[in-house]
């Protein structure tokens, strides 16, 4: 098998399947390999072909990717800036506590929405999204150096928009949080 045959989801599968198989190619790749550029790139495209293997409302997913803690930010006003991702140009960085993401950043939790027009301070980076997961990338404060907080630090967001409501639901929830879970683990942050 070569590498881009990982991206290969039958059609037919159900969403689980096709997320168990996400998490089963992520992580044969992530073997040997703790690059978080290099694993978030190759997960982003995972994820596009999975959503677009799969029945609506997730054929319909125009956005698939990462913001990562901004290395030039500080800990009293940290940032998002963008990272490895499919779909169209987006905003390049966010402040904790802003939008979706910055929200879901600031408050180590998944932020799900099923409509993007009801979250206040929602950033319109493409003006079709009208629904977005967002799910934090949590590592152990053992793990990392000088963490305050004592309960792990935020290191990326992994960000998911669809262009219909509801686009998203406590499956998706699951998934993605058993995927930040890896991803967290796997990779030098
Ligand atoms: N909508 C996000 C911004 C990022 S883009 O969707 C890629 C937000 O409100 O944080």
């Known amino acids: 098998?070569?590498?881009?045959?990982?991206?290969?989801?039958?059609?037919?599968?159900?969403?689980?399947?096709?997320?168990?198989?996400?998490?089963?190619?992520?992580?044969?790749?992530?073997?040997?390999?703790?690059?978080?550029?290099?694993?978030?790139?190759?997960?982003?495209?995972?994820?596009w072909h999975a959503y677009h293997s799969l029945p609506p409302p997730s054929?319909?997913?125009?956005?698939?990717?990462?913001?990562?803690?901004?290395?030039?930010?500080?800990?009293e006003k940290p940032q998002l800036i963008l990272g490895p991702f499919q779909g169209k140009v987006a905003c390049q960085t966010i402040a904790f506590g802003r939008g979706v993401c910055g929200t879901a950043a600031a408050e180590a939790?998944?932020?799900?929405?099923?409509d993007v027009d009801?979250?206040?301070?929602?950033?319109?980076?493409?003006?079709?999204?009208?629904?977005?997961?967002?799910?934090?990338?949590?590592?152990?404060?053992s793990d990392t150096e000088g963490d305050a907080k004592g309960k792990g630090k935020v290191v990326a967001i992994i960000d998911v928009d669809c262009t219909v409501v509801d686009g998203f639901d406590e499956v998706d929830q699951l998934w993605l949080e058993r995927l930040a879970g890896l991803l967290a683990k796997s990779c030098d942050w």
């Not at 089963?24 to 694993?39: D, K, P, T």
């Not at 054929?59 to 800990?75: C, E, I, K, M």
């Not at 939790?109 to 099923?114: A, F, G, I, K, S």
Request: proline content about 5%; glycine content about 6%.
């Open 1 to 47: 098998m070569n590498h881009a045959d990982a991206s290969n989801f039958a059609s037919g599968v159900t969403k689980e399947e096709a997320y168990e198989q996400v998490l089963m190619q992520a992580e044969g790749l992530f073997y040997g390999q703790r690059n978080w550029v290099c694993n978030l790139a190759n997960t982003a495209s995972l994820l």
């Open 118 to 141: 009801a979250f206040p301070g929602h950033i319109a980076c493409d003006g079709d999204s009208r629904s977005e997961i967002v799910v934090p990338i949590i590592v152990d404060e």
């Open 109 to 114: 939790r998944t932020q799900l929405v099923p």
């Open 59 to 75: 054929n319909a997913v125009n956005w698939a990717g990462f913001y990562v803690l901004d290395p030039s930010s500080t800990p």
